[in-house]
């Protein structure tokens, strides 16, 4: 029986001091573990498209042991104090993490919900297709422009984004041509031709040869993008609760110079 017992303890304490060995926060104890080295791996094929050579896993890894040699003489260095970078990439991770942490894939029925409630986000915007022709301000009076209607012969004048644009929204519109000219076509809930519109540029005459109005899709047709919308929605709820609640931890006090109040 007490054979039993010695091989029990002994076999104990092998367990113990393998598991401190592992674990003990000795400064100058560097352990590079499976879970590392496949993920090192898996960093290299994504990268690479394919896995390394025996004499390239052993540069990765030789590499990894590197940079932790480095990363730990700085810490005790503190030069991780003050950094900026630094402050924003350990935010940003921390971040990340309570966000995974709080936020659950939602059913069908949340997922409804959510789209009921923020239908208007999802709203696929008015399109048109039209093709123009360009008179310049500098060079060009509306008569002469309105002339145009009566004489086809009168030369146009170039223009460096083309002629032809096809299933433009009105931003898109607004970014080419100027607020004015996006206002014209945005009104318009019929096909027209010879359009006389001022833009940023001078005056265009404008044929317009599709309207697509804007609608509302159907929930089945966007659940992927729906999902990914909840989601990030809720993460950023999330993070802000976690970050509110943490400040009410701490003793803040501003600047007199800067005080609000």
Same mark, same amino acid.
């Given at each position: 029986?007490?054979?039993?017992?010695?091989?029990?303890?002994?076999?104990?304490?092998?367990?113990?001091?393998?598991?401190?060995?592992?674990?003990?926060?000795?400064?100058?104890?560097?352990?590079?573990?499976?879970?590392?080295?496949?993920?090192?791996?898996?960093?290299?094929?994504?990268?690479?498209?394919?896995?390394?050579?025996?004499?390239?896993?052993?540069?990765?890894?030789?590499?990894?042991?590197?940079?932790?040699?480095?990363?730990?003489?700085?810490?005790?260095?503190?030069?991780?104090?003050?950094?900026?970078?630094?402050?924003?990439?350990?935010?940003?991770?921390?971040?990340?993490?309570?966000?995974?942490?709080?936020?659950?894939?939602?059913?069908?029925?949340?997922?409804?919900?959510?789209?009921?409630?923020?239908?208007?986000?999802?709203?696929?915007?008015?399109?048109?297709?039209?093709?123009?022709? +360009?008179?310049? /301000?500098?060079?060009? %009076? #509306?008569? =002469?422009?309105?002339?145009?209607?009566? $004489?086809?012969? *009168?030369? @146009?004048?170039?223009?460096?984004?083309?002629?032809?644009?096809?299933?433009?929204?009105?931003?898109?519109?607004?970014?080419? +041509?100027?607020? /004015?000219?996006?206002? %014209? #076509?945005? =009104?318009?809930?019929?096909?027209?031709? $010879?359009?006389? *519109?001022? @833009?940023?540029?001078?005056?265009?005459?404008?044929?317009?040869?599709?309207?697509?109005?804007?609608?509302?899709?159907?929930?089945?047709?966007? /659940?992927?993008?729906?999902?990914?919308?909840?989601?990030?929605?809720?993460?950023?709820?999330?993070?802000?609760?976690?970050?509110?609640?943490?400040?009410?931890?701490?003793?803040?006090?501003?600047?007199?110079?800067?005080?609000?109040?």
């Amino acid at each position: 029986m007490s054979k039993k017992i010695l091989i029990f303890l002994t076999i104990a304490l092998f367990l113990y001091l393998f598991d401190w060995f592992l674990n003990n926060d000795n400064e100058n104890m560097i352990y590079v573990s499976d879970n590392d080295i496949d993920f090192l791996v898996a960093t290299w094929n994504d990268q690479m498209q394919r896995p390394p050579s025996e004499e390239e896993l052993k540069t990765i890894i030789e590499n990894f042991i590197q940079n932790e040699v480095l990363y730990r003489e700085a810490l005790k260095l503190n030069l991780d104090r003050g950094d900026i970078i630094v402050k924003r990439r350990l935010v940003q991770k921390l971040g990340f993490l309570k966000q995974e942490e709080g936020v659950k894939i939602p059913n069908d029925n949340e997922l409804k919900k959510f789209f009921d409630e923020n239908k208007g986000e999802f709203r696929i915007p008015k399109r048109l297709s039209f093709n123009h022709i +360009f008179f310049s /301000k500098e060079s060009r %009076s #509306l008569k =002469e422009v309105r002339q145009y209607l009566e $004489d086809k012969n *009168i030369k @146009s004048d170039p223009f460096l984004l083309g002629r032809n644009f096809s299933d433009k929204t009105t931003r898109q519109i607004q970014r080419d +041509f100027g607020d /004015k000219f996006a206002a %014209s #076509l945005d =009104e318009l809930t019929t096909l027209k031709n $010879d359009l006389v *519109i001022e @833009s940023i540029y001078g005056w265009h005459i404008v044929n317009v040869s599709n309207i697509e109005d804007s609608y509302i899709p159907e929930f089945n047709s966007i /659940k992927d993008k729906l999902l990914d919308t909840y989601l990030l929605v809720k993460k950023d709820e999330v993070l802000k609760k976690y970050t509110e609640d943490l400040i009410k931890s701490y003793d803040v006090s501003l600047s007199k110079k800067y005080s609000f109040e």
